[in-house]
């Protein structure tokens, strides 16, 4: 009794060997005919080797209406690996791209133009180290080169490579005085209004000047309000600016090296 149970046993095992081996089998040749068509759909179809425009102009100069039903033409994927297989851009690729942009460029321009206004031996010359604080997208870092200051350091929350480097604007990671020029144009985001002039005053030397671009004031009490922040800069200038058809105003003032009186 005991032989025979023993020998069931062994044949219910070599019938369940056999099912496992049956359903791996059916499993490999599952993914194999899967990688296979895997491989299949990410591979140009023949009848799209001939790169077709807009227009329906291929290659071979000779014009083939496209059936936008039947083929949605090259710029709209089709699966995932159609997208898959687009240009991956570099970071420099991409700032490129981006600084070609109209928009983008509109604003660099507009900066410049309000920096053109600012050049004389005490503010602003090719020869000065500006630094440009919550400088975005760096708009005003671009400008700045572009018109032939050559260092220009630009630093925001958020790094911006390669015009823009992360920095927090209430603790700059810059010596005392190492600057000629700062300017700014990001006050009205500052969760500390305070600190933030304290550390673009500390980083500019004595004699240097320091630059807010700001929303058109309404009184003399708001520019009051602005001025008693900095504590050792006196103020050269309060002027009127449009940029990209805002009104703003420039508050220019120098630094003095010592507190001034209140």
């Given at each position: 009794m005991a032989k025979r149970e023993m020998e069931m046993e062994k044949n219910v095992e070599r019938l369940l060997n056999r099912v496992s081996l049956f359903f791996a089998?059916?499993?490999?040749?599952?993914?194999?005919?899967?990688?296979?068509?895997?491989?299949l759909y990410c591979s140009p179809p023949p009848a799209r080797l001939a790169r077709i425009d807009r227009r329906g102009t291929h290659r071979d100069g000779g014009h083939h209406p496209r059936n936008p039903t039947s083929d949605p033409g090259p710029f709209f994927p089709r699966?995932?690996?159609?997208?898959?297989?687009?240009?991956?851009?570099?970071?420099?690729?991409?700032?490129?791209?981006?600084?070609?942009s109209g928009a983008w460029r509109r604003r660099?321009?507009?900066?410049?133009?309000?920096?053109?206004?600012?050049?004389?031996?005490?503010?602003?010359?090719?020869?000065?180290?500006?630094?440009c604080v919550s400088a975005g997208a760096g708009h005003e870092v671009a400008a700045l080169q572009e018109s032939g200051v050559s260092d220009v350091t630009g630093v925001d929350l958020v790094d911006f490579h390669p015009l823009v480097r992360r920095a927090?604007?209430?603790?700059?990671?810059?010596?005392?005085?190492?600057?000629?020029?700062?300017?700014?144009?990001?006050?009205?985001?500052?969760?500390?209004?305070?600190?933030?002039?304290?550390?673009?005053e500390r980083t500019v030397r004595r004699g240097g000047a320091l630059v807010l671009a700001m929303d058109r004031w309404s009184s003399a009490q708001?520019?009051?309000?602005?001025?008693?922040?900095?504590?050792?800069?006196?103020?050269?200038?309060?002027?009127?600016?449009?940029?990209?058809?805002?009104e703003m105003t420039l508050l220019i003032m120098k630094k003095m090296g010592k507190k001034q009186a209140s």
């Open positions: 089998t059916i499993a490999t040749l599952a993914l194999l005919h899967l990688f296979s068509r895997s491989s699966s995932s690996c159609d997208a898959a297989s687009r240009e991956v851009l570099t970071p420099d690729k991409r700032f490129a791209k981006l600084r070609s660099a321009d507009a900066f410049a133009a309000l920096f053109a206004t600012l050049r004389s031996p005490g503010i602003l010359s090719n020869s000065s180290h500006v630094l927090d604007p209430h603790n700059l990671p810059f010596f005392d005085e190492v600057f000629d020029l700062g300017f700014s144009a990001g006050l009205a985001g500052a969760l500390f209004p305070a600190r933030f002039v304290y550390e673009m708001e520019v009051d309000g602005i001025r008693a922040l900095f504590k050792i800069s006196s103020l050269l200038e309060v002027k009127n600016a449009t940029m990209l058809g805002s």
